[in-house]
């Protein structure tokens, strides 16, 4: 084990190391070479900073384990570039040589702000940004900062530097060689001063409010608003905001501000001000956009300019703060850092994919999740009326399954092109689902998909007493409930499909299907295949089927087609005034349950067929599909198969895949209604003390519901 002598000792050695690699970085400087090789001694000695190690500095707090990177090595260079002053000068003026030729517009304006005005094209763009980096000779400031900071830590190491380590990285870009060096002219013109930068930042923002004020005009947002009338709107106001503080502050430096030490006027500062206010009405203004999009419809591309619109008001108040910074003689300039910061984290923010999506897609998720909630009430039964009405309408689904499963055998025995037998058994299944829908029945195994939304919206009022009651008796009848569906729908299609099958038998002499594939049968919903894995991606094509439901509801209200279906002359000339309406009405109250229906069915028959064409073989594993399946086979093979082990381990599996489907169909929608609304800290261990408490108290109620709600005991 190494002595803590030998590890200072190997300290030292790793800081002489890094010293004379800054030490030859440094002595490089040339603000004459061309722009690429800047670029690329930037980067090197960027990548230098980045680089982990120690230097002499560290060796005295050898444990010390900061939250993020210390600023030691940007201390030491600029306790290096202090101690000689030529490499200093040739710093200094490499540095501002590369802002000089670079674009800060981009960087200011553009930085972390998808150029695209769409959500496809930005999600393109992020792509081809993560495959290809920018090239180093870019005059694009953004690129070289992407270049330069590509650690997730980069913005809060500089928004924490230390007011000593701000002022002297400010002395570099400030400056001024000798008057005896015959560049000194033209670095007095061109240097990035204070009064270049508060000019780059008054241009910048001047660009970014521009934008607003053309976003927030534009008929996606502006037919949006609560506000109708176009001059009230504050993006109608923020262009003549911003001529107003340019030009207030333009008669200051006209007027050398003798009269203003401070650095800035009260004119100004009562334009800023007024600015600020607008900004501020905007982020209401986008709020009302927001609401609206919740009520009447989500579109993802208007969510997109939305979030950008919210960035760039963002990006205004934060240029005007390093403005009104530099404006002030004698203000810190730490927000100027801040910003430098923000302009950091939003480059590194604009590569990641996976949160375009999430922001852009939050508020269609959540709106696809209430709808789910809505239509997950009626899949609950609380009291013992509605428990009742849940069972036959179980036993009403199991019935029409029982047409589908025989249906299913005839297409099969057909031998028809896999495709075509695929989408066959999906209009099979779709017509059935359909008609359930249509005469008030039900299939068990759709309903998780529904109900886990509801739960989770039921968990926003967990935090009183209540609420926390409300949860578990839900909790409760949903366990209740679903266990009522699965028996309704079992009891009905296994002994119907049975007593079809004896009866062809003893009444016509023949066998639905032959017993080879009786056993065939039995033996694909063995629990010692690959039962369960089937029965999984049944579950996920369950969820998925709820997802387009969802997605339809959205798009129908987004279009406002209630109001096309309703006031289409042909509808009116053929249905008459009242039955356009009516018609309207009925896809208003439908067009989720048909998608739904329409959707898994059609996902069950040609999802197998299509994985299948892909060398990815996939069987549809839905329990009460499966369990008709095993009463045929039972009808066919006889009562001996009762003593077989091949009978029960079919049964194993079929009771494998009632667990498979409910359970991956509700988890994967209850996940998606949690991410959907913004639960934090939840206590789950209080959650799960009071069911355990509720369920312990009152066993029964797992089964057997109350006659009524006012009968159910509080928590």
């Not at 209630?562 to 439908?590: I, K, P, Q, T």
């Amino acid at each position: 084990m190494p002595t803590p002598i030998a590890n200072l000792w190997r300290k030292w050695r790793e800081s002489r190391s890094a010293g004379r690699q800054i030490d030859a970085l440094l002595a490089h400087a040339d603000p004459d070479a061309a722009l690429a090789v800047r670029n690329e001694w930037l980067i090197e000695v960027s990548h230098w900073l980045h680089r982990e190690g120690t230097l002499a500095s560290d060796v005295a707090q050898p444990d010390r384990t900061p939250k993020y990177r210390p600023h030691v090595r940007l201390r030491y260079l600029l306790q290096l570039l202090d101690r000689n002053p030529a490499w200093r000068a040739n710093v200094a003026l490499t540095l501002q040589s590369i802002v000089r030729d670079t674009d800060a517009m981009a960087l200011l304006c553009d930085s972390g702000m998808p150029a695209h005005a769409g959500f496809s094209g930005a999600l393109f763009e992020r792509l081809q940004d993560s495959l290809i980096p920018p090239a180093p000779n870019s005059r694009d400031l953004s690129a070289l900062f992407a270049l330069i900071f590509q650690s997730a830590n980069d913005a809060q190491w500089v928004g924490t530097l230390p007011r000593e380590l701000l002022a002297k990285l400010g002395d570099l870009f400030a400056y001024r060689e000798s008057a005896e060096d015959a560049r000194s002219e033209r670095e007095e013109s061109t240097s990035p001063s204070p009064s270049r930068l508060s000019m780059e930042l008054l241009a910048a923002l001047h660009n970014v409010t521009g934008q607003i004020g053309s976003a927030g005009l534009s008929k996606a947002i502006r037919t949006r608003l609560t506000e109708k009338r176009l001059d009230a709107l504050p993006f109608y106001k923020l262009p003549r905001a911003m001529l107003a503080i340019e030009t207030a502050a333009q008669t200051d430096a006209a007027n050398a501000l003798d009269e203003h030490p401070s650095g800035i006027s009260r004119t100004v500062l009562q334009e800023v001000n007024y600015l600020r206010a607008l900004l501020d009405e905007c982020h209401r203004s986008l709020r009302d956009v927001h609401t609206h999009l919740d009520q009447n419809g989500v579109s993802v591309d208007i969510v997109f300019q939305i979030e950008r619109m919210r960035a760039r008001i963002t990006r205004a108040e934060r240029l005007l703060e390093a403005w009104l910074a530099i404006q002030r003689q004698g203000e810190s300039i730490e927000p100027v850092a801040s910003l430098f910061a923000d302009l950091i984290a939003a480059n590194q923010s604009s590569r990641s994919i996976g949160s375009l999506i999430r922001k852009n897609f939050s508020l269609l998720a959540r709106k696809v999740v209430d709808r789910s909630a809505e239509d997950g009430e009626h899949y609950v039964a609380y009291d013992r009326k509605e428990y009742l009405q849940m069972l036959w309408a179980a036993i009403g689904g199991g019935l029409v399954t029982v047409a589908t499963v025989y249906i299913k055998f005839f297409i099969v025995a057909a031998h028809m092109h896999p495709m075509i037998e695929g989408l066959f058994a999906g209009i099979n299944y779709a017509l059935s689902f359909l008609l359930m829908h249509f005469l008030h029945f039900t299939l068990a195994t759709k309903q998780p998909a529904m109900t886990a939304p509801m739960l989770a919206q039921k968990l926003d009022d967990i935090g009183t007493p209540q609420g926390m009651g409300d949860f578990v008796q839900a909790v409760v009848a949903l366990i209740r409930t679903q266990a009522a569906a699965i028996f309704g729908n079992l009891i009905a299609v296994f002994p119907v499909c049975l007593a079809i099958q004896l009866g062809a038998r003893y009444a016509l002499g023949v066998d639905i299907i032959s017993p080879e594939k009786a056993h065939a049968t039995l033996h694909s919903f063995s629990l010692l295949g690959v039962t369960p894995f089937y029965a999984v991606g049944t579950g996920i094509l369950l969820w998925s089927s709820s997802l387009l439901a969802g997605w339809a509801d959205n798009w129908f209200v987004l279009h406002r087609l209630h109001d096309v279906l309703s006031y289409n002359r042909r509808l009116r000339f053929v249905m008459g005034e009242r039955g356009a309406v009516r018609f309207a009405n009925f896809w208003s109250h439908h067009v989720a349950g048909v998608t739904a229906n329409l959707s898994l069915g059609l996902m069950l028959g040609l999802v197998p067929s299509i994985l299948t064409a892909f060398a990815l073989p996939f069987e549809v594993r839905h329990v009460t599909l499966s369990t008709g399946s095993i009463g045929v086979s039972l009808g066919v093979l006889g009562q001996a198969m009762l003593r077989t082990s091949e009978l029960w381990w079919a049964v194993a599996g079929t009771a494998s895949m009632a667990v498979l489907n409910v359970a991956v169909s509700f988890t994967m929608a209850f996940q998606m209604a949690l991410r959907a609304r913004p639960i934090q800290g939840r206590a789950r261990h209080e959650i799960t003390k009071a069911v355990w408490r509720y369920v312990l108290a009152h066993p029964w109620r797992l089964l057997f519901p109350v006659k009524s709600p006012a009968a159910a005991d509080s928590v």
